[in-house]
Nanobody
């Protein structure tokens, strides 16, 4: 009923930039928070940044000042601009959204399939 489709991952040199996008589609009645998590090889999934429908953000300390999260509510899309990337930020990046399916009253968490970001040193 609901899908999150990510795009924008790839290979970049350390110090470079990438922009991730994630569009939510389907039978959507409303969206609360959207955001990004990442899972480095052999490690647990961790928060990168989230943004509410009103634009309030929560950004991990490790990426503050380098990553910017933004959102287009009309397009149900969240973006992550990543600058000054480091090799240790190589990971699968997952899109997240808290969504209410139309004609229901409950918000549920949905995840994208993940997009690989590889930062070469």
């Amino acid at each position: 009923q609901v899908q999150l489709v990510e795009s924008g991952g790839g290979l970049v040199q350390a110090g470079g930039s990438l922009r991730l996008s994630c569009a939510a589609s389907g039978n959507i009645g409303g969206i609360n928070a959207m955001g990004w998590y990442r899972q480095p090889p052999g490690a647990q999934r961790e928060l990168v940044a989230t943004i509410t429908s009103g634009g309030s953000t929560n950004v991990a300390n490790s990426v503050k000042g380098r990553f910017t999260i933004s959102r287009d509510n009309a397009r149900n899309t969240v973006y992550l601009q990543m600058d000054s990337l480091k090799a240790e930020e190589t990971a699968v990046y997952y899109c997240y959204a808290n969504i209410r399916v139309r004609y229901t009253n409950t918000y549920l968490d949905y995840w994208g399939q993940g997009t690989q970001v590889t930062v070469s040193s």
